[in-house]
């Protein structure tokens, strides 16, 4: 059973950047795909970005492009969520999750949520 944790949220000033991991435990993390969705206060949980299983290929939200940067690192389990430029509108609680086969936007598709961590963009 993969166990997923998150890190790396804080409160930060408009323009800034911070970085997320998400951390698994547990055995063959490689062989699944990661999202990371976020929810902001009173609104539904909405897609960020996502990577495949090997790292080579990765999928972002119109909102992320060009700012957000995922990587993973399969020898310490963890994948990495580089957000540059942060903006009011980023705020939420960031989740990361996990699927079989290839990568997906939807977040029925995920399992094994994380507890999340918060991001707090000032303006």
């Known amino acids: 059973q993969v166990q997923l944790v998150e890190s790396g949220g804080g409160l930060v000033q408009a323009g800034g950047s911070l970085r997320l991991s998400c951390a698994a435990s547990?055995?063959?993390?490689?062989?699944?795909?990661v999202g990371w969705f976020r929810r902001a206060p009173g609104k539904e949980r909405v897609f960020v970005a996502t990577?495949?299983?090997?790292?080579?290929?990765?999928y972002y939200a119109d909102s992320g492009k060009g700012r957000f940067t995922l990587s993973r690192d399969n020898a310490k389990n963890t994948v990495y969520l580089q957000m540059n430029s942060l903006k009011p509108e980023d705020t939420g609680i960031y989740y990361c999750?996990?699927?079989?086969?290839?990568?997906?936007?939807?977040?029925?598709?995920?399992?094994?949520w994380g507890q999340g961590t918060q991001v707090t963009v000032s303006s």
């Open positions: 999750a996990i699927r079989n086969g290839f990568y997906s936007v939807n977040d029925v598709a995920y399992r094994n």
């Open positions: 547990g055995r063959a993390f490689s062989s699944y795909a």
């Open positions: 990577i495949d299983r090997t790292g080579d290929s990765t």
